[in-house]
């Protein structure tokens, strides 16, 4: 990724907006609601609204954008979910990640009090640890997202705007980023409010890079599970061995709003494994070629759904995470 220094990057905006042109700037039809949107972001942003406008006319809108969003992996079920990142090459990339990156890691698991193995994970199902970061241009995915996509368009709008702020914060190219369909970014695929909470400067670089950073790449995800408040050396799920005759599930949801101890009133069955009767807990079923599988979900899990809000990611990360720590030195 070439990166454009802020003066640059605001002198390249001037330029087009006096038809002057850079780089692959180029002239299209005004999004849907374009000045509502400049109105809006130059006032709660304080971003100059030619900037703006300028940013908007080189998105371009992608119907393989729209086409994606409409057939997330997350729709799967779990039995066909979990192949896709449960894969020995991805365990054993995981365990030489992991060798390769050693005490960068065990540094960061220290800084921020997140186990190795799950930093480690997350970067696994993400991006393949590093390997695919996202093909599409930031400003194409959430320009798409926001303009043409009615069932999230506010919240892909807003990131939008973050992007813009996060562009001129950090230096980047504010149209040559790319990422994922949905607009995230780096080894963790952050989105770009996420970035600017989220992300920091590990390697004490002056910026949070997380392309080309390692340390901030790995520090951002451990310290986003940080903010999100990580019980340290707790479990993420404990195995349901005994399911009651009727189960409402329609009464759990990934926010833990049981407790153990209302759980085993209800008539499940697990090994607490030494956690107090009042510890939080919900209940989460797996769709299996077989039946369904039931898991007590625990503050953790639920804290990994704030990474991804789909409870198949959270239990593919904590099975990827158990199986590279079953196989790290």
């Known amino acids: ?33 374009t000045q509502a949107f400049i109105s809006k972001v130059a006032e709660e942003h304080a971003l100059d609204p030619a900037a703006i406008e300028a940013v908007l006319t080189e998105a371009k809108y992608q119907q393989s954008i729209i086409d ?90 807003s990131e939008l705007a973050h992007f813009m702020v996060l562009a001129e914060e950090e230096s980047l190219p504010v149209t040559e980023v790319r990422g994922s369909y949905a607009g995230a970014m780096g080894l963790g695929q952050f989105i770009p409010s996420s970035y600017r909470g989220y992300a920091v400067d590990f390697d004490n670089s ?31 799920v404990l195995p349901i061995d005994q399911v009651p005759t009727a189960v409402d599930l329609e009464a759990f949801s990934v926010l833990p709003k049981h407790t153990l101890a209302d759980l085993s009133e209800m008539g499940f069955g697990f090994d607490a494994q030494g956690l107090e009767a009042s510890t939080p807990a919900t209940v989460i079923a797996l769709e299996t070629e077989t039946g369904p599988s039931y898991w007590v979900g625990l503050n953790n899990f639920y804290v990994i759904t704030r990474y991804n809000r789909s409870p198949l990611y959270a239990m593919a990360v904590t099975q990827l995470a158990d199986e590279i720590a079953r196989l790290a030195p």
């Open 206 to 236: 002056g910026g949070r890079d997380l392309w080309r950073s390692l340390p901030d790449a790995l520090g951002s995800v451990a310290n986003y599970l940080a903010r999100h408040n990580w019980a340290k050396d707790e479990p993420i």
């Open 1 to 33: 990724m070439i990166v454009m220094t802020k003066q640059t990057w605001m002198g390249c905006l001037a330029l087009v907006v006096v038809g002057l042109g850079c780089g692959q700037w180029a002239s299209a039809e005004p999004h849907p609601g």
């Open 68 to 157: 994606a969003m409409t057939r997330p992996a997350e729709a799967k079920p779990w039995y066909e979910y979990r192949p896709i990142f449960l894969t020995d090459r991805r365990i054993k990339g995981g365990v030489a990640f992991w060798q390769e990156n050693e005490a960068l890691l065990t540094s960061v698991s220290e800084r921020f009090g997140i186990p190795i193995e799950l930093v480690v994970a997350i970067v696994g199902v993400e991006t393949n640890y590093g390997a695919n970061t996202g093909s599409f241009r930031v400003i194409d995915a959430l320009a798409t997202l926001g303009f043409y996509y009615p069932p999230r368009a506010g919240f892909f709008a």
